[in-house]
């Protein structure tokens, strides 16, 4: 059975050309970058050569390139290690109400260490608005983090807009942009970002790898305590094979970002159209046009989102309701709830996320076979939601 993978916002396949570029490290170039030997010297130069085509990609120097081991351990630094070195300057740092749970979770175990948080509602098309930002911000306002682009809905926030506001009132900006890398403009300069937060498992690289932007003159706390590597804020011997990769990833990505990303907006454009008219009582998540151009995300009435990505991936179609990272949970989804969706409807979730294999045929026969599980599943669901609260979208 042919498999359909639409749920690209969770993780991509390596890139044949990434596996290449890491390949010699796993054997040949074993060295530890620390090492004052041949053989830590060449794992030095492939280490700064990375950090190079990183910074060069976004914009950025060198040196204001840290490298993780994961996207949520950027945000992680990112969140505590400013807080926590900057808290003579204040405690209250500004955020959204649908970003990732690295996001939410840090704000909610910062409050216990005594800073405030502001969690701004956003409309029913996910979006933060520059006003409410504008008002939130206040004398203690020390951070603003706001997702660059939603990982469940699609939704593109005016990140430049946005960093503005924060930069007028000379409070950082960091943004989370992990589903941005490939699909968007991540030029940190461009974006006004302060810092920014990318991995390498949703732009074709390796898994376990991620980086953190931190503009020039920011200062950060550790959170990880050891041999001082990365410039003493992230210790631990660097993954050599994973930046390699992360670094080839990223560059590809975005070489080949604008004629990618009009192919799979046709495509998501497409498949977005066809649910729409093929299944009744369906609804687009997220904005219509302000969204990535792979993400398509539905909310389907009276069938659960599980019961859907069940019966997909017995035909062969991986899909998912929301984030990978909660997708064990029995909550409803927090984005869409904040959204304005009520519980019963947010259980009715559906996410395609497309990428490099997707194609039109791909579409044609997913929503052939979604149409068909709905009305199976519609016929032994004992619930019938009124139409009335998907009023407006």
Same mark, same amino acid.
């Given at each position: 059975?042919?498999?359909?993978?639409?749920?690209?916002?969770?993780?991509?396949?390596?890139?044949?050309?990434?596996?290449?570029?890491?390949?010699?490290?796993?054997?040949?170039?074993?060295?530890?970058?620390?090492?004052?030997?041949?053989?830590?010297?060449?794992?030095?130069?492939?280490?700064?050569?990375?950090?190079?085509?990183?910074?060069?990609?976004?914009?950025?120097?060198?040196?204001?390139?840290?490298?993780?081991?994961?996207?949520?351990?950027?945000?992680?630094?990112?969140?505590?290690?400013?807080?926590?070195?900057?808290?003579?300057?204040?405690?209250?740092?500004?955020?959204?109400?649908?970003?990732?749970? $690295?996001?939410?979770?840090?704000?909610?175990?910062?409050?216990?260490?005594?800073? &405030?948080?502001?969690? #701004? %509602? +956003? *409309?029913?098309?996910?979006?933060?608005?520059?006003?409410?930002l504008e008002r939130a911000i206040r004398k203690e306002t020390i951070l603003v983090t706001i997702m660059y682009a939603n990982n469940e809905i699609g939704t593109v926030q005016s990140i430049q807009e946005l960093a503005s506001? $924060?930069?007028?009132?000379?409070?950082?900006?960091?943004?989370?942009?992990?589903? &941005?890398?490939?699909? #968007? %403009? +991540? *030029?940190?300069?461009?974006?006004?970002?302060?810092?920014?937060?990318?991995?390498?498992?949703?732009?074709?690289?390796?898994?376990?790898?991620?980086?953190?932007?931190?503009?020039?003159?920011?200062?950060?706390?550790?959170?990880?305590?050891?041999?001082?590597?990365?410039?003493?804020?992230?210790?631990?011997?660097?993954?050599?094979?994973?930046?390699?990769?992360?670094?080839?990833?990223?560059?590809?990505?975005?070489?080949?970002?604008?004629?990618?990303?009009?192919?799979?907006?046709?495509?998501?454009?497409?498949?977005?159209?066809?649910?729409?008219?093929?299944?009744?009582?369906?609804?687009?998540?997220?904005?219509?046009?302000?969204?990535?151009?792979?993400?398509?995300?539905?909310?389907?009435?009276?069938?659960?989102?599980?019961?859907?990505?069940?019966?997909?991936?017995?035909?062969?179609?991986?899909?998912?309701?929301?984030?990978?990272?909660?997708?064990?949970?029995?909550?409803?989804?927090h984005v869409l709830q904040a959204i304005g969706l009520p519980k019963e409807v947010a259980h009715g979730s559906l996410r395609f996320s497309l990428g490099k294999s997707s194609t039109k045929t791909d579409a044609d026969y997913?929503?052939k076979t979604l149409k068909g599980i709905v009305e199976e599943l519609r016929k032994i669901s004992p619930i019938r939601i009124n139409e009335s609260v998907m009023r407006g979208r």
């Amino acid at each position: 059975m042919k498999i359909i993978y639409f749920d690209n916002a969770a993780t991509t396949p390596t890139r044949t050309e990434v596996v290449k570029a890491m390949a010699p490290f796993w054997t040949d170039n074993y060295g530890n970058p620390g090492s004052l030997h041949a053989k830590g010297f060449e794992a030095r130069a492939a280490l700064d050569k990375a950090r190079e085509t990183v910074a060069r990609t976004l914009g950025a120097s060198p040196s204001e390139i840290l490298f993780t081991g994961s996207g949520t351990e950027s945000v992680n630094l990112a969140l505590f290690g400013f807080c926590r070195a900057n808290r003579q300057k204040g405690n209250h740092i500004i955020t959204q109400k649908t970003e990732h749970h $690295a996001v939410l979770d840090s704000c909610k175990a910062l409050e216990k260490e005594g800073f &405030a948080v502001t969690y #701004l %509602d +956003v *409309d029913k098309q996910g979006l933060v608005s520059r006003e409410a930002l504008e008002r939130a911000i206040r004398k203690e306002t020390i951070l603003v983090t706001i997702m660059y682009a939603n990982n469940e809905i699609g939704t593109v926030q005016s990140i430049q807009e946005l960093a503005s506001v $924060a930069r007028a009132h000379n409070v950082t900006f960091h943004t989370d942009a992990c589903q &941005a890398g490939g699909a #968007l %403009d +991540v *030029d940190v300069r461009q974006l006004n970002a302060d810092m920014m937060t990318l991995n390498g498992s949703k732009i074709y690289g390796p898994k376990g790898v991620g980086m953190l932007y931190v503009r020039a003159g920011i200062k950060l706390q550790p959170v990880i305590y050891g041999g001082g590597q990365e410039g003493g804020l992230r210790s631990g011997t660097e993954n050599i094979a994973g930046i390699v990769g992360f670094a080839t990833a990223l560059s590809l990505a975005q070489k080949g970002r604008e004629k990618e990303s009009k192919r799979l907006a046709a495509l998501r454009d497409y498949l977005i159209s066809k649910v729409l008219k093929e299944i009744p009582r369906s609804y687009l998540n997220g904005h219509p046009t302000q969204r990535l151009p792979n993400n398509a995300s539905f909310t389907i009435l009276d069938v659960e989102g599980e019961s859907m990505i069940l019966r997909l991936s017995e035909k062969g179609i991986c899909a998912s309701t929301g984030s990978a990272c909660t997708s064990r949970s029995l909550e409803p989804s927090h984005v869409l709830q904040a959204i304005g969706l009520p519980k019963e409807v947010a259980h009715g979730s559906l996410r395609f996320s497309l990428g490099k294999s997707s194609t039109k045929t791909d579409a044609d026969y997913t929503v052939k076979t979604l149409k068909g599980i709905v009305e199976e599943l519609r016929k032994i669901s004992p619930i019938r939601i009124n139409e009335s609260v998907m009023r407006g979208r």
